[in-house]
């Protein structure tokens, strides 16, 4: 029986399927779930899942969340997912650019910004940032600073 997978965001829901295989970023390190898999629940860091379903292979860049494997359902609640080939390598470095400026500003006058604010920009540019590395780990582009 194959697992069955749902990432969601505080905005949608950004991926449903089933598959033989996953690979999930955690705390510990990277896991790969089975169906069968004991129980489990565990932090998400931000990085690469990896969907196996036969010959086919899906990728989403993630940010941090929480997983949880019951049965042969995984459940991940994200900040931020989105499918490797949707990424568009321009739109994430401007993002990322105009974030790192925003957080600059918000650092040299530190009681003036909200610290809500201040999370959601190091979300953006850590979101950014690991989009760009699996975008370019698998379209074989070079990672640029």
Not at 22 to 42: C, F, M, N
Request: negative net charge; glycine residues 6%; aromatic residues 4%.
């Amino acid at each position: 029986m194959p697992l069955t997978i749902e990432i969601v965001t505080p905005e949608k829901t950004a991926y449903t399927g089933s598959a033989d295989a996953v690979t999930v970023p955690t705390d510990s390190g990277e896991i790969q779930l089975l169906p069968g898999h004991i129980p489990l629940i565990t932090l998400v860091v931000p990085g690469e899942i990896v969907v196996n379903n036969g010959a086919a292979v899906e990728r989403l860049a993630v940010d941090k969340g929480f997983a949880r494997i019951l049965g042969n359902t995984v459940s991940i609640i994200t900040q931020a997912a989105i499918d490797e080939k949707t990424i568009d390598l321009h739109a994430v470095t401007d993002a990322q650019q105009r974030a790192e400026k925003a957080l600059a500003a918000a650092r040299k006058s530190a009681g003036e910004f909200d610290p809500a604010e201040v999370e959601k920009l190091e979300q953006i540019i850590r979101f950014a940032v690991v989009q760009r590395l699996v975008k370019g780990r698998h379209a074989g582009e070079a990672f640029e600073d």
